[in-house]
């Protein structure tokens, strides 16, 4: 059964981090295209962060986190993590985790990121 599990959302202070991790199951992550995306009330879902397949040297950001968070794959864990530092206000959605490839396409449930003092 193909799944992907989110966690390590929660309440932040601005300035401060999440490790937001994606364990996958039924398939090997390094194989497929994994992104973060996350979704604001009242906005629409949006890409945050990509990593290519396993032998591709795509990793792209969204403008508004680049050099703030780094998107990253442990294949021996079968994990996609999204590393995300000095943190805003406007960073506050829902992250999703997604593997595509040639069609296939699965999401995760969603883990709440907010950022708020």
């Known amino acids: 059964q193909v799944q992907l599990v989110e966690s390590g959302g929660g309440l932040v202070q601005p300035g401060g981090s999440l490790r937001l991790s994606c364990a996958a199951f039924g398939f090997t992550v390094s194989t497929y295209a994994m992104s973060w995306y996350r979704q604001a009330p009242g906005k629409e879902r949006e890409l945050v962060a990509l990593i290519g397949r396993l032998g591709s040297t795509t990793i792209n950001y969204a403008d508004s986190v680049k050099g703030r968070f780094t998107i990253s794959r442990d294949n021996v864990k079968n994990t996609v993590y999204l590393q995300m530092n000095s943190l805003k206000p406007e960073d506050t959605a829902v992250y999703y985790c997604?593997?595509?490839?040639?069609?296939?396409?699965?999401w995760g449930q969603g883990t709440q990121v907010t950022v708020s003092s």
């Open positions: 997604k593997a595509a490839r040639r069609g296939d396409e699965y």
